[in-house]
């Protein structure tokens, strides 16, 4: 007998956050071309799950706003751009990349009902009050000498490739298109959203207006999926799952962990910053906000991690439904 398939109402709905290798691999320039094959990899599974839940996709936008800025520096004819207007630019782009290829995507399985996918331009709030902005600590964009940078109109930091614009990271509060994008998903769309962590903006009374700052994309996507009630939240990236001494000889990677192993592990600041820190983070904040399942896999294996038979599943304490 064939099994009916699920409506799109009773579809669990999921959060795919990727990575920003899901665009520019490892070694690789990133040019177009490239990053058009490279989301071929997830977005296939994206497309073959799409049958099972209803999907939310998020994105990162490193590589992709650093090259903007360095663009902003190549003219002095033109006004430089704000990083809040190149976000959004990111937005843009990336949503157009991912909502082509996965179109194709869909079309290539054929029958079945086929989601509509639409991009949803994203502001983020944070907090004008974060103690980020009073340490700004995200270095971002292209590296300058000492003398290119002291010529700067911006704070800079010393790195390991020279000197980078550095600007703060503050944490997410509330995602503004929360409600537009959980109606989007209840209509059936497959929505893209949230891309680059979301426009930072800040609250004044009755308008928001952009701030520089980057808001990390795991922590913004935890916020998006508690926000808007996401059943499955799956973080996408360029490594199997959470490793225990990662880096060493005797490393191994998780299938599994607790939120109350998690936390312990987090408090000893065992995973770094800016990478997988707030990864584990932002599964554990889910799973505590009544989220079902979150899982960190490669993109590789986004079908295999749905499935629970790839990735590091985080376990709840709570008594599970
Ligand atoms: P993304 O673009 O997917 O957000 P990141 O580079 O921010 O990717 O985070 C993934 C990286 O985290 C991996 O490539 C790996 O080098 C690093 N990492 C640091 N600590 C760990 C750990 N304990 N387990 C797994 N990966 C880790
Ligand atoms: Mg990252």
Do not use: W
Request: one cysteine or more; hydrophobic letters at 40%.
């Amino acid at each position: 007998m064939v099994e009916r398939r699920k409506t799109y109402k009773e579809k669990p709905v999921m959060l795919v956050a990727l990575g920003g290798n899901a665009l520019i691999r490892k070694g690789q320039k990133g040019s177009i071309e490239e990053q058009f094959r490279n989301l071929r990899v997830p977005l296939s599974q994206v497309a073959r799950l799409s049958r099972d839940y209803r999907i939310i996709l998020t994105h990162g936008n490193g590589p992709q706003v650093g090259n903007l800025l360095l663009q902003q520096e190549c003219c002095d004819a033109l006004p430089r751009l704000p990083l809040e207007i190149l976000v959004a630019q990111t937005q843009g782009q990336i949503g157009y990349m991912i909502e082509s290829t996965l179109d194709s995507e869909l079309m290539k399985l054929g029958n079945g009902t086929v989601p509509y996918i639409v991009t949803v331009l994203t502001y983020v709030v944070v907090d004008e009050n974060d103690p980020a902005f009073r340490n700004p600590s995200k270095p971002i964009g292209p590296a300058f000498s000492e003398e290119a940078a002291a010529r700067l109109p911006y704070r800079t930091v010393r790195t390991e490739k020279g000197y980078r614009r550095v600007v703060a990271s503050p944490r997410p509060v509330t995602i503004v298109e929360k409600r537009e994008i959980r109606r989007l998903v209840e209509l059936g769309f497959l929505v893209i959203s949230c891309g680059g962590g979301g426009i930072p903006v800040i609250r004044e009374s009755r308008t928001f207006h952009g701030v520089d700052a980057v808001i990390d994309k795991d922590l913004a996507s935890a916020r998006l999926a508690g926000e808007v009630g996401v059943d499955v939240f799956v973080i996408a990236t360029d490594v199997p799952g959470v490793a225990l001494n990662y880096g060493y000889p005797d490393q191994t990677f998780l299938r599994s962990i607790t939120v109350e192993e998690a936390v312990e592990r987090l408090k000893k600041h065992e995973f770094p910053d800016g990478s997988m820190g707030p990864k584990v983070e932002a599964a554990v904040q889910f799973l505590e906000e009544g989220g079902r399942r979150a899982v960190i896999a490669s993109i590789e294996e986004v079908e295999e991690a749905a499935a629970g038979r790839a990735g590091t599943e985080f376990i709840s304490g709570r008594v599970r439904g």
